[in-house]
């Protein structure tokens, strides 16, 4: 294997929002040999590198489900923003639901509900971490807001209308399952768009050429580097684009049984540090 593509929810990071010390060495010795190691998440890049810089590692990104790539200097390398026309109409029909959602920019992330905020993040650590008391999750959810990870703005208007943002994703959230299986649907009608989800109570909308797996097969290639030599490993369905192209997939012990399907190997839960034994494994 010359690259090693992690997603971090649910498994490089614990229910705390942390990297294990065996899931850090494990990158480490793996980079020490050459070996290739990007992140690729849904996060923002700024929520992303939050968590790799207390641990002290330096990774390229592929953030936002692929909707940016940057290099492990934090340089952008590729953007796939949603059209503006695309962001407005899957806003309305967002807000016409009834759903709450954010926006992912180029410019950060940004939320007109703080409250909502720290519940969607907590929808994903739940969702990704099962069994998980809820004030070890809320502890790591509220750290996002307290960090300045999202910042608040009051109309999301401003966003759309303004050149100076580009829009790479709407994160939706909702316990209401008709709400947002309503929302879902009706998004899915709309052209060059992609819906996935990384969490039960969730939704992610970006442009149909933001997938994690197209952005993995555009950054190997630029690094001369074949799919059949990259490992991807990941727990959730934004994951499934890139488990299903690399030449080894490795589905979390933790991840549903589907997507434990879809994978080549299936190591140990992202608590148990399942990355690191994934990695071990082809060093």
Same mark, same amino acid.
């Given at each position: 294997?010359?690259?090693? $593509?992690?997603? #971090?929810?649910?498994? %490089? %990071?614990?229910?705390?929002?942390?990297?294990?010390?065996?899931?850090?060495?494990? +990158?480490?010795?793996?980079?020490?040999?050459?070996?290739?190691?990007?992140?690729? !998440?849904?996060?923002?890049?700024?929520?992303?590198?939050?968590?790799?810089?207390?641990?002290?590692?330096?990774?390229?990104?592929?953030?936002?489900?692929?909707?940016?790539? &940057?290099s492990k200097e934090g340089e952008v390398l590729a953007v796939n923003p949603l059209g503006d026309r695309q $962001?407005?109409?899957?806003?309305?029909?967002?807000?016409?639901? *009834?759903?709450?959602?954010?926006?992912?920019?180029?410019?950060?992330?940004?939320? /007109?509900?703080?409250?909502?905020?720290?519940?969607?993040?907590?929808?994903?650590?739940?969702?990704?971490?099962?069994?998980?008391?809820?004030?070890?999750? #809320?502890?790591?959810?509220?750290?996002?807001?307290?960090? *300045?990870?999202?910042?608040?703005?009051?109309?999301?208007? @401003? %966003?759309?209308?303004?050149?100076?943002?580009?829009?790479?994703?709407?994160?939706?959230?909702?316990?209401?399952?008709?709400?947002?299986?309503?929302?879902?649907? &009706?998004?899915?009608?709309?052209?060059?768009?992609?819906?996935?989800?990384?969490?039960?109570?969730? +939704?992610?909308?970006?442009?149909?050429?933001?997938?994690? *797996? +197209?952005? =993995?097969? $555009?950054?190997?290639?630029?690094?001369?580097?074949?799919?059949?030599?990259?490992?991807?490993?990941? /727990?959730?369905?934004?994951?499934?684009?890139?488990? &299903?192209?690399? *030449?080894? @997939?490795?589905?979390?012990?933790?991840? @549903?049984?589907?997507?434990?399907?879809?994978?080549?190997?299936? !190591? +140990?839960?992202?608590?148990?540090?399942?990355?690191?034994? $994934?990695?071990?494994?082809? =060093?």
């Amino acid at each position: 294997m010359k690259c090693i $593509a992690s997603d #971090m929810d649910g498994t %490089l %990071l614990t229910a705390a929002q942390e990297l294990t010390p065996e899931n850090r060495e494990a +990158i480490k010795r793996a980079q020490a040999q050459g070996i290739e190691v990007v992140i690729a !998440t849904g996060r923002s890049y700024d929520e992303a590198v939050y968590v790799l810089k207390k641990a002290g590692l330096q990774c390229p990104v592929i953030c936002v489900n692929g909707a940016e790539v &940057r290099s492990k200097e934090g340089e952008v390398l590729a953007v796939n923003p949603l059209g503006d026309r695309q $962001a407005e109409e899957a806003a309305k029909l967002l807000k016409d639901s *009834g759903v709450y959602f954010e926006v992912y920019t180029n410019k950060g992330t940004f939320t /007109d509900d703080e409250d909502k905020a720290v519940t969607i993040i907590a929808d994903i650590i739940s969702s990704a971490n099962p069994g998980v008391p809820l004030e070890k999750i #809320m502890k790591g959810a509220e750290e996002r807001v307290r960090a *300045g990870l999202v910042h608040k703005i009051n109309d999301y208007a @401003s %966003l759309f209308s303004s050149p100076e943002y580009q829009i790479y994703k709407l994160l939706a959230f909702s316990f209401d399952d008709g709400k947002l299986s309503g929302a879902q649907e &009706r998004i899915r009608t709309m052209e060059g768009v992609e819906v996935t989800s990384s969490g039960s109570e969730n +939704i992610e909308v970006t442009s149909k050429d933001a997938q994690k *797996g +197209i952005a =993995l097969e $555009a950054f190997v290639k630029a690094k001369g580097i074949a799919l059949a030599e990259t490992m991807a490993i990941g /727990d959730n369905y934004n994951d499934v684009s890139m488990l &299903r192209i690399a *030449g080894r @997939s490795v589905a979390m012990g933790n991840a @549903s049984e589907e997507i434990k399907a879809i994978c080549t190997a299936v !190591t +140990i839960t992202n608590e148990e540090s399942g990355v690191a034994k $994934a990695i071990n494994e082809v =060093l």
